[in-house]
T-cell receptor, first 114, second 114 residues
Framework: GAGVSQTPSNKVTEKGKYVELRCDPISGHTALYWYRQSLGQGPEFLIYFQGTGAADDSGLPNDRFFAVRPEGSVSTLKIQRTERGDSAVYLC????????????FGEGSRLTVL | DAKTTQPNSMESNEEEPVHLPCNHSTISGTDYIHWYRQLPSQGPEYVIHGLTSNVNNRMASLAIAEDRKSSTLILHRATLRDAAVYYCILRNGNYGGSQGNLIFGKGTKLSVKP
C-alpha cells in the first residue's frame, strides 16, 4: 500500500518568499507529525496532530511557521517570509493513533532558501 | 523530556553481529524504549520498541537491562544495507498532550565494512 507522501520533494526559494509543503499520510492514520532535519542532526520535532487539531505545536520555532490539517488527513506546513536558516529537510510522519505504535515517515521535502 | 545517550559512531564488519548501546538513566516507569534508523536520503524507519522485556522481530532484537537504565539494539548479522543512523528514543506511554511525539537525539552512525 501507499506510504506517507510528501510534495514537493525539493523546493528552492528566495529569502522572504512564502512556502507550502504538503503531506499525505497513510490512509486511516489519525496522528500526523512534522519534523525538520538539518544536515548532520537528528529530526527536530515541530508539531503533531490528532485528527484535525494540533495536539502539540511547541516545536514550531516562531510565528512564521504554521501547519493545518483541515479534514484530518492531508496536512500543509506553511512558512512565511522564509529565511536562509529555514533550509532543511522537512519530514512528515503518520501513525494509526497517538496510543503507541510506530511512526511511518515520508522521504521528506528538501527546502533550500537562497 | 527523558534523554538518551548513544555513541556518535560505530563500525561493524558485514555478516557479524552488531550491538548498539543506549543509556537512559532517567527513564520513568511509563517510558517505552523505541529504536528508529535512518538510511541516507530517507526518512526514519521504525526498528523495534519495548518496555521491560527483551523483544525480537524480523529486523533486530532489543535487550533491556533489568533496571531499564540502558538497552542494546542487536543486529544479528549486519549487511551493507544496515549502514544508517540509529536513534534510541524514549516515548512516554501516556500518549496524550505533549507526550505523544518522538524526540530524536543525534543517534549512532553505523558503518558496515564488506
Amino acid at each position: 500500500g501507499a506510504g506517507v507522501s510528501q510534495t514537493p520533494s525539493n523546493k528552492v526559494t528566495e529569502k522572504g518568499k512564502y512556502v507550502e509543503l504538503r503531506c499525505d499520510p497513510i490512509s486511516g492514520h489519525t496522528a500526523l507529525y512534522w519534523y525538520r532535519q538539518s544536515l548532520g542532526q537528528g529530526p527536530e520535532f515541530l508539531i503533531y496532530f490528532q485528527g484535525t487539531g494540533a495536539a502539540d505545536d511547541s516545536g514550531l520555532p516562531n510565528d512564521r511557521f504554521f501547519a493545518v490539517r483541515p479534514e484530518g488527513s492531508v496536512s500543509t506546513l506553511k512558512i512565511q517570509r522564509t529565511e536562509r536558516g529555514d533550509s532543511a529537510v522537512y519530514l512528515c510522519a503518520s501513525s494509526p493513533s497517538l496510543a503507541g505504535g510506530e511512526l511511518f515517515f515520508g522521504e521528506g521535502s528538501r527546502l533550500t532558501v537562497l | 523530556d527523558a534523554k538518551t545517550t548513544q555513541p556518535n559512531s560505530m563500525e561493524s564488519n558485514e555478516e557479524e553481529p552488531v550491538h548498539l548501546p543506549c543509556n537512559h538513566s532517567t527513564i520513568s516507569g511509563t517510558d517505552y524504549i523505541h529504536w528508529y534508523r535512518q538510511l541516507p536520503s530517507q526518512g526514519p524507519e521504525y526498528v523495534i520498541h519495548g518496555l521491560t522485556s527483551n523483544v525480537n522481530n524480523r529486523m533486530a532484537s532489543l535487550a533491556i537491562a533489568e533496571d531499564r537504565k540502558s538497552s542494546t539494539l542487536i543486529l544479528h548479522r549486519a549487511t551493507l544495507r544496515d549502514a544508517a543512523v540509529y536513534y534510541c528514543i524514549l516515548r512516554n506511554g501516556n500518549y496524550g498532550g505533549s507526550q505523544g511525539n518522538l524526540i530524536f537525539g543525534k543517534g549512532t552512525k553505523l558503518s558496515v565494512k564488506p
